[in-house]
């Protein structure tokens, strides 16, 4: 996977070995114990917003200052599909198209993980990492969220997303924001 994880920490497996147990196993737990160990990581922050942190960088094409930013937010911000997403593009600009088949292979199963969770309805919403995940599963969906609010439904903290085309997308931040 990539080099940000490569060394497993004192404490358990490597963050990648753990997305690779999950990408083979698909499994709930095994998802649930990734989601615990990247919560657990140096730096975690729930708030991060990756396109902030290295898309000026990728914008002027320094892509090595945009590696060097995501690559400071780990290993807090693995399983991030704007992190992963960002590196692949840095190392795109640098060359370097091992590490970009790598990157965006961790950014679409961040994305699948996330899909994972439920359906994305009010009834099964997607449980997500970060704020930002919300934003990167709108993306890839090619849907804009045109108004975010933070509700209560049955205990839950739920972010609903009204989008542009219509449609709504719920999220369970519960582990994020209380509402």
Do not use: K, N
Not at 37 to 42: E, I, P
Not at 64 to 80: I, K, N, R, T, Y
Not at 111 to 138: A, K
Not at 149 to 177: M, P
């Amino acid at each position: 996977m990539s080099a940000h994880t490569a060394h497993p920490p004192p404490d358990g497996p490597a963050l990648s070995d753990l997305a690779l147990v999950w990408a083979r196993t698909r499994s709930a737990a095994d998802l649930a114990a990734l989601r615990e160990a990247v919560r657990g990581s140096a730096g975690f922050d729930p708030g991060l917003d990756v396109v902030a942190l290295a898309g000026p960088a990728l914008a002027r094409g320094d892509h090595a200052e945009a590696a060097s930013l995501v690559h400071a937010a780990m290993p807090g911000a693995f399983f991030s599909p704007s992190a992963h997403a960002a590196l692949a593009a840095a190392h795109a600009g640098l060359g370097d198209d091992a590490r970009v088949r790598a990157e965006r292979t961790l950014q679409a199963l961040a994305l699948e993980s996330i899909r994972s969770t439920g359906d994305g309805t009010r009834e099964r919403p997607w449980s997500v990492l970060r704020v930002s995940d919300e934003y990167d599963v709108l993306r890839a969906d090619r849907r804009t969220s045109r108004q975010q609010s933070l509700l209560t439904v049955h205990g839950r903290s739920l972010d609903r997303h009204e989008c542009d085309d219509g449609s709504e997308a719920w999220f369970d931040v519960s582990g994020l924001v209380r509402a």
